[in-house]
């Protein structure tokens, strides 16, 4: 590749100040429409680093960077901004790159007039909005006294509140943050008397005296106990939390603490293993899914543990099949037929592939000592594919050496094919060598394959080879905003006329819908 030789600095900026362009955005797009001298750089701030004095000097000619320029005083800057009536930063930056605002007045105010009167973007748009830091909050007595009067409930409801208009201006939104010498809490802050537990802890009442307390609620579960922990009733000296508070404090369980009675499911003492097992037999259940169902009703005893695998893991327990008395056995403590006798009888049933073979497996005919998966039973004991198994013949493809890509290319060449779809069905047909893949996209993906029209000798491209040689959509979609506008251009009869007559820019497809989003393409014309 030849190395480009770019003109001087000086002459490259007269050329591009002869574009007439006011911005680097434009500039960039014009870059990519192939318009350009080959010796005048996309990214000229790169190339000429020690001449580079800002994109303003670069496109207007004559124009001094914004830094070197002669401002109005603050006051009359401030002044000249206020009768624009602009509300926010936002709406000032965009007044900034309109092109409309005067040279004398700077597009970055608070740095020029740093220190010369600036006071914030609300002092100088003339909103009257100060910055969050530079306000003067109330006292942290005279704020809080204001926020218990709201009787907001909880954190939520001041976050609720802040984003409405009601907030004082002194007032903070994050008072947290505001006052952190005098901050304890959102409970003090909005007076619902709730504090932290960390702040709390010392003053929890003792575990005897708090249990004692709490039984007389009469609450049946840990359900009932977080409803009443989150009502106004809650005694404010016992903990939500007392399996942390009183964890080493005499804390039991929860049908303790409750007073319920209720074990948890850890410290319970459970019936030996054979007498528990005598009992699920007289229930005469099926399967472990009818285990399940019965162990969640109010029929099951407490000393019968609901994991009884887990429990009697290392005391008896050997399947669910034992336990509930049906006699079935899992598929990881069965005894199979070795692998030469399960494909003999596999090889009987004249199936055709993997497929065949799964479908007649859900049935009841399979044997109980024949897999349902031989292909993890027997993976290292003889299986080589489903092909074998079942008697086909068929070789799996990732176990097939293709030809390699040019052969393959041209063979495909010879067919006659006008597209991918094609290729797929005459390949379901069996009429394509063994040796030549399915999927030649997959299969010679890094081995030389370009597109289908490459690969069957048409030459199409496809659209996703298309979508790699376009401009991106931030892109295209000022250049399709341009045109249309220049040529007044509303609806998309007028647009399919103009591109069949005009040559577009290089990367700039026709039809959007084709390349790009549907949802972005409906709203290149506006």
Known sequence: MRKIIFQSFEEARKF???????????????????????NIPRDPPSVYKKDWKGWGDWLRAGKKPERESTFLTFEEARTTVNLLNLKNNKEWRTYCSSGRKPENIPSNPNAVYKNKGWKGFGDWLGTGRVATHLRKHRTFEDARKFSQSLQLGNQYGWSQFCKSDKKPTDIPQSPYKVYKKEWISWGDWLGTGTVASQVKAQQWLPFSEAKKYVHTLQLSGKEEWSKYCKSNKRHLEIPASPDKSYKNKGWKDWGDWLGTGTIAPRSREYRSFDEAREFTHSLKLKNQKSWLVFSKSNKKPNDIPKNPNQVYKDKGWSSWGDWTGSGSIGPGLRKHRSFKKAREFAHTLGLTGANEWRAFAKGK??????????????????????????????????NIKFRDFKKAREFAHTLGLTGANEWRTLSKTRKIPKDIP?????????????????????????????SKQTISWKEAKLLYRK?????????????EKYVKIYKLPKGLPPYPASIYTKERARKMIK
């Not at 000592?369 to 070789?395: E, F, L, M």
């Not at 506008?485 to 647009?495: F, L």
Request: glycine content about 12%; cysteine-free.
């Open 16 to 38: 591009a100040q002869t574009l007439k362009i006011s911005n680097q955005t434009d500039w960039r797009i014009k870059g990519r429409s192939g318009k350009f001298p080959d």
């Open 365 to 398: 005919k399979l044997p109980n000592d024949i897999p349902k998966n031989p292909n993890q039973v027997y993976k290292d004991k003889g299986w080589s594919s489903w092909g074998d198994w079942t008697g086909t013949g068929i070789i799996a493809s990732y």
């Open 438 to 466: 399915y999927g030649p996209n997959l299969t010679y993906k890094h081995k030389g394959w370009v597109s289908w029209g490459d690969f069957l000798g048409t030459g199409t491209i496809s659209p996703a080879e298309i």
């Open 483 to 495: 045109i249309t506008k220049e040529n007044k251009i509303t609806t998309r009869k007028q647009w």
